[in-house]
């Protein structure tokens, strides 16, 4: 029994049942409700839980990393747990309801409601496809339209400033491998000692979805590497290791604490690990590498993830411009 019933049945009753007994009849009827939704709603939670549960163990099948796994359970959980009723009965309708009250209860951007979205869309697209369901009920819900920023990168002489205000050998290296190979954080910190190939200049990365790719990196941070390998006491495999002991691996909070704090010394605005990936992309780009080798070089499964962390200087559109239409 939902709240509209309740009503048109206290309505019916108004005329022939006096105060004391309306405020009666509307315990009974509340009571009534709440025995039911007991009754029914563990049900429907141990049926959207169990599916859930299936469809994250696919994907972690499928080679997602845990924190994307995290991510698509928190939110395919919160919309389950805020629409209380059964997946097989979600429609497009309780979605588009849904995602607006997610957008003005969390006051969150558009991109992250279409990430949202597009999270919600993968599970019920996989519901589609294993039979649980007919069709698709994101399906005719659009993509969220999102504002294309101008993301920021570092100039030459940011990160030379960051280069010699690095007050130990580790920090630099660390400097030097991020901009020189353009590796993420993540990938950083699962590095052993026995994965740089100094003779060669590169190293092969665990990347997103276990998915290795081989990068490289210049004789700066050669030389960077082996000081500090040199200068370290500790038998610790880790690539990087904390500057005291016990000397456990470095975490990727770590690293982003340590260039924050170099920032501020500095007055650099957002300083943190994936600034220098963009700025690697936008750098190779700008000087004419072809956009599938910047691709393969960062490990984008798209070339349109790869545009995206790439700002074309508008001096170069000009220069461009002179060169081939002018």
């Known amino acids: 029994m939902n709240e509209t019933t309740m009503k048109e049945i206290e309505m019916k009753l108004w005329e022939v049942l006096n105060e004391s007994q309306m405020e009666y009849l509307h315990q009974v009827l509340t009571q009534y409700r709440d025995d039911e939704e007991r009754e029914l709603f563990p049900s429907t939670l141990n049926v959207n839980q169990q599916i859930l549960e299936q469809f994250l163990k696919s994907k972690r099948l499928e080679g997602c990393s845990e924190s994307t796994l995290s991510y698509y359970g928190s939110t395919i959980n919160r919309m389950l747990n805020t629409i209380h009723c059964d997946y097989r009965e979600i429609t497009t309708e309780v979605l588009r309801s849904y995602l607006i009250?997610?957008?003005?209860?969390?006051?969150c951007s558009r991109i992250t409601l279409d990430n949202v979205r597009r999270n919600l869309s993968s599970f019920f697209s996989w519901l589609e496809d294993e039979n649980y369901i007919v069709k698709n009920p994101?399906?005719?819900?659009?993509?969220?339209?999102?504002e294309k920023l101008v993301r920021e990168v570092y100039t030459d002489e940011m990160i030379e400033s960051m280069r010699d205000h690095c007050k130990n050998i580790r920090d630099l290296a660390i400097i030097d491998i991020l901009s020189s190979t353009g590796m993420r954080v993540g990938e950083l910190v699962k590095l052993n000692r026995s994965d740089i190939k100094f003779t060669e200049r590169e190293c092969v990365v665990s990347?997103?979805?276990?998915?290795?790719?081989?990068?490289?990196?210049?004789?700066?941070?050669?030389?960077?590497?082996q000081e500090y390998l040199e200068k370290r006491t500790d038998t610790n495999e880790a690539l990087f290791v904390t500057l005291l002991k016990p000397y456990n691996r470095l975490q990727i909070s770590g690293i982003e604490i340590r260039l924050r704090r170099l920032g501020k010394q500095?007055?650099?605005?957002?300083?943190h690990?994936?600034?220098f990936r963009r700025t690697l992309a936008t750098n190779a780009i700008d000087k004419g590498m072809p956009i599938e080798q910047v691709q393969k070089l960062l490990g984008h499964e798209t070339i349109?993830?790869?545009?995206q962390y790439a700002l074309v200087k508008q001096s170069n559109v000009k220069l461009s411009h002179k060169k081939y239409i002018g």
């Open 101 to 107: 009250e997610f957008q003005n209860s969390s006051t």
């Open 138 to 146: 994101v399906r005719r819900i659009h993509r969220v339209k999102t």
């Open 207 to 225: 990347g997103k979805g276990s998915k290795q790719r081989r990068v490289y990196f210049d004789a700066r941070t050669k030389l960077h590497l």
């Open 266 to 271: 500095l007055n650099i605005p957002k300083v």
């Open 273 to 275: 690990p994936h600034k």
């Open 304 to 307: 349109d993830t790869t545009l």
